[in-house]
């Protein structure tokens, strides 16, 4: 996912995913359609433009998403034979709706079972409504591997014209730029494909609901809390900010689960990165000033309200991501090459750990001896 200040698995039968959604904390909490038509009824307009001005946005984009796949599958080596789906062009409520209806099929809270609870989904759903509404405002582009038969891959078209315009760089490079890193996404999982059933059963696994007393976890938390005022907290930058005291307050099994969505959204963030920039020089004459351009405008200061948005809602986790991602495959397919780098494809075990991480060598000895 690409957000602008800053930048998305099947193993198991389907009965075992059902049988997790009846056990899940997440089940019937949001009602993500009233959270839909809140985070619309909040999100601010885009940039102005002309409706013939709009259309050419449009036209351009959907070219551009088709354009990249060839020079992404070129450059990354993940090749396979299915058909390449259109891009999904939508505006900042378009996007709301695709989120919220991803999100409800990602937690099993569907239409049956938002109505069967109803009631009880009502204020997360307006508290997730205020929250697509502020990320809607970011995201330039993003591919959802949990709609449709092959993912679908959503560009926000007000939102990387009111870049592209803030950065002063040729709307039609960046516009290309932008479907490199997203294209690359839809590459990951179409030539992964148990990525998605990785990524489901981790969030149904952190969202289940355990008997450990609140005593208990309230003790961890306050632990963690002594722990960073003493300088003595874990160095991991996984267990920092926000995402660290959550994960303070969770049992092993959630934690585990949490740690392994964040290292894979570091690979895939730091692969997109990667194959972005090395594609790029071919394909985007100005790369250089974009990628200078869009990294300046990520690093500039917010006013104290966007700043403590940007922590609780992860976005300065995704900037993290982005880097130690990027650092990590850089180092990797420098020293082995990308042919052997896409070992890490293959299945759950040859993910990168969160230690390997920050030490690429650990992950080349222990999955490439």
Known sequence: MTQEGSDTAESGPVAAVERRKSRSGLSGMVDWRLAAKTGSALVPSGPRTSR?????????????????????REVSGLLDDRPVPGARIVDRPGWIEAAADSMAQLTGTGPAAAERKLLAGKPAG???????????????GQYDPFTGPDGTLLLVAPNI?????????????????????????RVQFSS??????????NVEV???????????????LVDEVRDRRRGTAAHDPAARGVVGLLRATQAPPQREALDRLLM???????????????????????VEQIRTAFDQRRKRPTNPLQRILRALLGVDAKVAQYV????FVDEVVGSVGMA???????????????DEIEDPKRWIGRVLG
């Not at 946005?57 to 020079?71: F, H, I, N, Q, T």
């Not at 709307?171 to 730029?177: A, E, K, N």
């Not at 130690?324 to 650092?327: D, I, M, Q, S, Y």
């Open 206 to 220: 952190l969202g289940e609901v355990g008997d450990e007393p609140l005593a208990e976890m309230l003790s961890r």
């Open 52 to 72: 013939y001005s709009a259309e050419q946005v449009v036209a351009e984009l959907a070219v551009a998403s088709e354009r990249a796949e060839g020079p992404v």
């Open 264 to 286: 894979l959204g570091t690979l895939l963030e730091g692969h997109a990165d990667h194959v972005m920039d090395a594609v790029g020089p071919a394909v985007v004459p100005s």
């Open 161 to 185: 014209v009111a870049v592209e315009r803030a950065l002063g760089v040729s709307p039609s490079d960046f516009r290309l730029w932008v479907c490199l890193h997203e294209v690359t996404h």
């Open 126 to 140: 307006v508290q997730a409504g205020a929250m697509l509404a502020f990320l809607s405002t970011a995201i330039l």
């Open 324 to 327: 130690r991602g990027k650092a």
């Open 192 to 201: 992964a494909p148990w990525l998605v059933e990785y990524m489901r059963g």
């Open 340 to 354: 052997r780098f896409n070992t890490v494809w293959t299945d759950a075990e040859t993910l990168p750990r969160m």
